[in-house]
């Protein structure tokens, strides 16, 4: 019962690093980083979810019996597009904001919001 | 294999330097892509190199670039978040104790939905690749809304940065380091038309092996970002106008949008494509080769944008800086 | 005879290409200096990938599986040499020069 | 035999990562990424072998392009932000 699960375990170490980076870090690029690092976890979750031991990979081919769940290859497919559209428009909001405010730390943030 | 992400994903958190922490994600993203192709799962292996090591640290860095690497603040109250975050790893493991071991072939999600597309998308769609089957023909709406959801961050990010005015050609950075790219340029020059005939190659071969219309805008883009970095930006905005890209963008929606609107034109319901052609499956094949066809230029455009929009922003603040 | 033959030879080759590869990835820790590392990380990129493809290539036999794995190993030539010319460009340009006459590395 | 190698692989790529993590300089851990990028490609070469698909190796393909643009973006990256803390270049 324990060696199986253990992808399982991987992924939601990393799930949680992510997590944590994004708590703990102020700086708003590390968080992003932190973000992807959730993220990608999420994706590897879900296709070690449709693998098929002894399966091969989805593609129709002679000799091949058993094959691994295709179904969960097309949502990664569209999630990792629509991730890496999230994350150029967080960064386009970054910049915006480190010209706007000349920082990009959370707490000077919060004290510059405050002054003005 | 699983173990080494692990240790990048903790050095990740451990690391200060923000450069070093973006190089970790390049390595992070190889990473998991190898993992996708150990588990069988080659389609998204593909993007994810793409994608993932790819333009993620390319456009980290050109964020980097602007708002400079060091990261100052210390910690906030490390232990209190680490507490919370122990607390929400634990309730997930319990969670998954009971979830079918990894890999076993009798667990509930295989034996349902799974069996119907594995035996009928052959017959039905008659394209190998399964994985491009149901992404571009049985679930072809939702891609639809994905590419439309990639061109509108394009449009976001254009909005917030593209200030329009090009870099032009002879601007002091661009003369500057001109001389010392020599071995480089020459190389690039070799490589670039390899790569762009590359994408083509995996545009047009989406329906029998790994590949397909997301992948090769993303490996387009990045032969083009590649001869930008080299060549300066002012040449490759003058090789590849914005105005253009912008075009391309959307008549790439159009023509995902426009196959739908023939199929319904001809008979069947929105984005049929057995009703294109008298012969339904030879329909099928051409709506999906079209379809690809779409999304590949708006997903290479809107990259391209993107990038420009980056480079733009760096150009200008570095004249007001 | 022939195929016992191939399999000989890229059996060979996977293990010169594996010996190569794991000396490179020692040179690649235990060398004190920067560019001697890139020398050591230089060995592993060329040589032990070209032997490790050229026994998968004899394994392959004719087909499109050859010539595909022929497409990479040019691609790898290719690009390997010119990625580390431009790291050790940038290093000595980043002022990590090594002044020639400096005979032992510090 | 692929096994070996798959291993010896995976043993190298250790010893980039761990150069990459206890690099002193930027450029240790750009050149560790440059020789891990290089055997993740061998890596799946090998893997497609392994699994007898070798309809594999047009990812690896995409592995050296996209590990070589990767590299040369760093080390652009890298010369520019010297340019602006300097101002002029030598």
């Known amino acids: ?116 | 294999m699983l173990l080494l992400l692990a240790i990048t994903a903790l050095a990740i958190a451990w690391l200060r330097d923000l450069f070093a922490a973006v190089m970790l994600a390049g390595i992070y993203g190889l990473l998991s892509a190898s993992f996708f192709v150990s588990v069988d799962a080659v389609d998204v292996a593909f993007t994810e190199a793409a994608v993932g090591a790819g333009i993620f640290p390319l456009l980290m860095l050109a964020a980097l670039a602007l708002v400079g690497r060091n990261e100052q603040t210390a910690y906030r109250r490390p232990l209190i978040s680490l507490l919370l975050v122990s607390i929400t790893g634990a309730a997930l493991v319990l969670g998954t104790l009971d979830m079918p071991a990894f890999g076993s072939a009798d667990a509930p999600p295989h034996n349902h939905v799974a069996v119907r597309y594995i035996e009928e998308s052959p017959k039905e769609i008659g394209i190998p690749n399964m994985v491009t089957s149901v992404l571009a023909d049985y679930r072809s709406f939702d891609t639809l809304g994905e590419v439309v959801v990639v061109f509108t961050a394009a449009m976001g990010v254009l909005g917030l940065l593209f200030t329009g005015r090009a870099a032009s050609p002879g601007s002091a950075t661009e003369r500057a380091n001109m001389y010392d790219h020599r071995v480089l340029r020459v190389v690039s020059k070799m490589l670039i038309p390899l790569i762009l005939l590359f994408a083509l190659y995996v545009q047009f071969h989406g329906e029998y092996g790994p590949g397909g219309g997301f992948q090769a805008g993303v490996i387009f883009a990045a032969g083009i970002i590649l001869y930008a970095m080299l060549f300066g930006f002012g040449n490759a905005q003058r090789v590849v106008r914005p105005a253009l890209l912008q075009i391309l963008a959307a008549c790439g929606v159009l023509i995902y949008g426009s196959v739908g609107v023939v199929c319904l034109l001809s008979g069947g319901n929105f984005l049929d494509y057995s009703q294109l052609l008298p012969d339904p499956l030879v329909g099928r094949h051409v709506g999906i080769l079209v379809i690809e066809l779409g999304v590949g230029i708006t997903v290479a455009s809107a990259m391209i944008l993107i990038f420009y929009a980056f480079a733009s922003a760096t150009v200008n603040s570095e004249e007001v800086a | 005879m022939i195929a016992l033959l191939l399999e000989g030879v890229s059996v060979l080759c996977l293990g010169t290409g594996i010996f190569l590869l794991v000396s490179g990835g020692v040179g690649l820790l235990r060398f004190p200096e920067v560019f001697s590392r890139m020398h050591a990380a230089g060995v592993t990129e060329t040589l032990a990938a070209s032997l490790i493809l050229l026994g998968l290539m004899l394994l392959a036999g004719w087909g499109i599986v050859m010539f595909k794995l022929l497409l990479i190993l040019l691609f790898i030539l290719i690009t390997s040499p010119t990625a580390s010319h431009a790291l050790a460009k940038s290093a000595v340009h980043g002022g990590l020069g090594v002044d020639p006459d400096r005979n032992e590395t510090s | 035999m692929l096994t070996v190698v798959v291993i010896a692989l995976l043993v190298v790529m250790v010893m980039a990562l761990s150069r990459a993590l206890l690099g002193p300089t930027i450029y240790d851990r750009i050149l560790a990424v440059n020789v891990f990028g290089t055997k993740t490609v061998l890596l799946i070469a090998v893997v497609g072998f392994l699994f007898g698909r070798p309809d594999f190796l047009d990812i690896a393909l995409v592995y050296a392009l996209i590990n070589f643009i990767s590299v040369i973006g760093v080390l652009r990256y890298f010369e520019y932000s010297n340019d602006r803390h300097q101002g002029d270049n030598p």
């Open chain 1, 1 to 116: 019962m324990l060696p199986e699960l253990y992808n399982y375990w991987v992924v939601i170490l990393l799930m949680m690093t992510g997590f944590y980076i994004v708590i703990v870090q102020g700086n708003l690029i590390k968080k992003l980083i932190g973000l992807n690092l959730f993220q990608t976890s999420v994706f590897i979750f879900y296709i070690s979810l449709g693998k098929v031991s002894g399966g091969s990979a989805p593609i129709f081919a002679e000799g091949v019996s058993s094959y691994s769940n295709p179904l969960p290859h097309v949502l990664i497919l569209t999630a990792i597009v629509v991730g890496i559209a999230t994350t150029a428009l967080a960064l386009a909001l970054v910049i915006r904001i480190r010209n706007a405010y000349g920082t990009v730390e959370e707490e000077e943030l919060q004290q510059r919001d405050l002054e003005c």
